[in-house]
C-alpha cells in the first residue's frame, strides 16, 4: 500500500487548493480513505474521509461546507477541493487509509502517504 499526497502550497485567506492523494497497492473503493492535518502544536485530526465501498461522506464540522472530498476509482486517486480556506486551515495534510477503519479517526488508520504543507497566509 502506498500513497502519495500532493496539491499544497501556500494561499492567500479565501483563496482555493486541490489535494490530490494517488493509491497504489490496493483497490481504493473498498478502503476508507481521508485527508487528516496536523498543525504546529496541535494533535492530527480527521479533516475529511470517505468510507469504504458505500461512499459515505465525512467532514470535521470547522470544514463544511468549504471542503469538498472525492475518490475517482478509476484512477484509485482521492482528491480534497478546499475552498475558502482561512489562516486556521494552514497544517501538514495527510492522505491516510484503511481496509476496515469506519471512524475519521488518525487512530484507526494503518497506512499513512507523506505530508503536504497548506499554508494560508496574506
Known amino acids: 500500500v502506498q500513497l502519495q499526497a500532493s496539491g499544497g502550497g501556500l494561499v492567500q485567506p479565501g483563496g482555493s487548493l486541490r489535494l490530490s492523494c494517488a493509491a497504489s497497492?490496493?483497490?481504493?473503493?473498498?478502503?476508507?480513505i481521508g485527508w487528516f492535518r496536523q498543525a504546529p502544536g496541535k494533535e492530527r485530526e480527521g479533516v475529511s474521509c470517505?468510507?469504504?465501498?458505500?461512499?459515505?461522506?465525512y467532514y470535521t464540522d470547522s470544514v463544511k461546507g468549504r471542503f469538498t472530498i472525492s475518490r475517482d476509482n478509476a484512477k484509485n486517486t482521492v482528491y480534497l477541493q478546499m475552498n475558502s480556506l482561512k489562516p486556521e486551515d494552514t497544517a501538514v495534510y495527510y492522505c491516510?487509509?484503511?481496509?476496515?477503519?469506519?471512524?475519521?479517526?488518525?487512530?484507526?488508520?494503518?497506512?499513512w502517504g507523506k505530508g503536504t504543507q497548506v499554508t494560508v497566509s496574506s
Open positions: 497497492g490496493f483497490t481504493l473503493d473498498y478502503y476508507t
Open positions: 491516510a487509509t484503511d481496509p476496515v477503519a469506519r471512524l475519521c479517526a488518525p487512530w484507526l488508520m494503518g497506512y
Open positions: 470517505v468510507y469504504g465501498s458505500d461512499g459515505i461522506t
